[in-house]
C-alpha cells in the first residue's frame, strides 16, 4: 500500500441564495508534499512541448538566463569544455568574459546571455530550432550533465523561499502550441515532466504527486 504523505490546502467560502439559505464551497487550491507548495495548474495544464512550431524560443527569450542550483556550478564548470565545440562564437566569448554563471536583478545565479540580447550563452540552433549546447554534449555521451534542472523543468518555476518552495506553471504565449499539444495527446504536466521533477525531487515526492493528483481526479 502506498502511503499518503501530501496536504491538501483548501479555500472555504459560503455563497447566499435568494432565499436566505447558502451552501459552502470548498476549494482545493494547492497541494503540500513535503517543503514543496504544488500549484493546481501543475495537474490540471495539459502540455507537450511542440519544437516544430516553437522553435525553442524560450531559450532565446526572457529577461534573464536560466535559474541555477549552488551545486549546478562546478557542475557547468567541467560540462563547459565539452559543450564549447556546440556553442556560438558569440555564446563562447560571453562565458570566456563573465564566466559560466551570470547573477540577475534578484542576485540570483542566472546562465549568462550573449551580450544585452536575450540569447542563452549556451544556446545552438540547428535546422531552424534553438537547442542548448549542454544538452547536445550530453546526448553525445560527452557529459553526465543534460542541462540545468530549470531549464528541464520549463514551464514550471520553482521559488524559494525561507521555509518552502513554491512550484508554479510560468504562462508564456510561446508555449501555445506545446498546450494544444497537450491537449491532443491528454498529457497533464506533471506527466511530461516526469523526469527532471524526478531528478529535482526525488522519486517518493513524486510518488506522492501521483498520489495527489488521482486524489484531486477524484474530487471532481
Known amino acids: 500500500m502506498r502511503t ?20 459552502t ?9 513535503g517543503s514543496a507548495i504544488v500549484s493546481l495548474d501543475i495537474f490540471e495544464k495539459q ?16 529577461q534573464s538566463g536560466a535559474p541555477l ?28 568574459r563573465q564566466g559560466v554563471y551570470d547573477t540577475d536583478f534578484d542576485d540570483d545565479k ?6 544585452d540580447s536575450e540569447d542563452c550563452a549556451f ?4 535546422k531552424g530550432v534553438v537547442g542548448c549546447a549542454l544538452e547536445k554534449a550530453f546526448m553525445n555521451g560527452e557529459t553526465g550533465f543534460r542541462k540545468p534542472v530549470s531549464c528541464h523543468l520549463y514551464p514550471i518555476r520553482i521559488t524559494k523561499y525561507n521555509d518552502f518552495e513554491a512550484v508554479n506553471y510560468h504562462c508564456w504565449n510561446i ?5 494544444k499539444q497537450g491537449e491532443k ?14 531528478q529535482k525531487y526525488g522519486a517518493e515526492w513524486y510518488e506522492q504527486l501521483c498520489l495527489a493528483a488521482e486524489h484531486l481526479e477524484g474530487k471532481r
Do not use: W
Open 47 to 62: 502540455f507537450v512541448c511542440n519544437l516544430a512550431e516553437c522553435k525553442g524560443m524560450c531559450c532565446v527569450y526572457g
Open 123 to 126: 544556446a545552438c540552433t540547428e
Open 25 to 33: 464551497l470548498h476549494l482545493i487550491i494547492m497541494v503540500q508534499i
Open 110 to 115: 542566472v546562465t549568462p546571455l550573449i551580450g
Open 4 to 23: 499518503v504523505k501530501f496536504s491538501l490546502f483548501t479555500l472555504h467560502f459560503s455563497l447566499f441564495t435568494l432565499h436566505s439559505s447558502f451552501f
Open 185 to 198: 495527446t491528454s498529457t497533464p504536466l506533471y506527466v511530461f515532466l516526469k523526469e527532471p521533477l524526478i
Open 175 to 179: 508555449c501555445n502550441s506545446a498546450l
Open 69 to 96: 542550483e549552488d551545486d549546478e556550478i562546478a557542475i557547468l564548470q567541467e560540462a563547459y569544455p565539452k559543450a564549447k565545440r556546440y556553442m556560438t562564437s558569440a555564446g563562447i566569448a560571453a562565458v570566456e
